[in-house]
């Protein structure tokens, strides 16, 4: 059972970032897919998620208009393509797992390591 979340970097504000989240078969069939991310001194937060069939996501208020997750099941891979990127956003991001679109991440079984995302003004 494995998530690895990858694609982070260094960008300047206004850049942008797509994130991606590469399951094992196990791990991503029939589940949910969150997106979460922690900044140092701060509580893990929710950022978005999506369904198995891709027909329902959710969106934290910080990301909407903004990020966009989808996914590509023949790929075993989640995307969170990040535009309009602000410092603020700065924060390492986590993939997980779970059995529907929640933001809580009590509700996620499987999480992978993060990807770190610098966003400098």
């Known amino acids: 059972v494995q998530l690895q979340a990858s694609g982070g970097g260094l960008v300047q504000a206004g850049g942008s970032l797509r994130l991606s989240c590469r399951a094992s078969?196990?791990?991503?069939?029939?589940?949910?897919i969150g997106w979460f991310r922690q900044a140092p001194g701060n509580e893990r937060e929710f950022v978005a998620a999506?369904?198995?069939?891709?027909?329902?996501?959710s969106y934290a208020d910080s990301a909407k208009a903004r990020f966009t997750i989808s996914r590509d099941n023949a790929k075993i891979t989640v995307y969170l393509q990040m535009n309009s990127l602000k410092p603020e956003d700065t924060a390492v991001y986590y993939c997980?797992?779970?059995?529907?679109?929640?933001?809580?991440?009590?509700?996620?079984?499987?999480w992978g390591r993060g990807t770190q995302v610098t966003v400098s003004s």
């Open positions: 078969g196990r791990t991503f069939s029939g589940r949910a």
């Open positions: 997980a797992a779970g059995r529907t679109v929640a933001a809580g991440p009590d509700e996620y079984i499987y």
């Open positions: 999506i369904s198995w069939s891709g027909g329902g996501t």
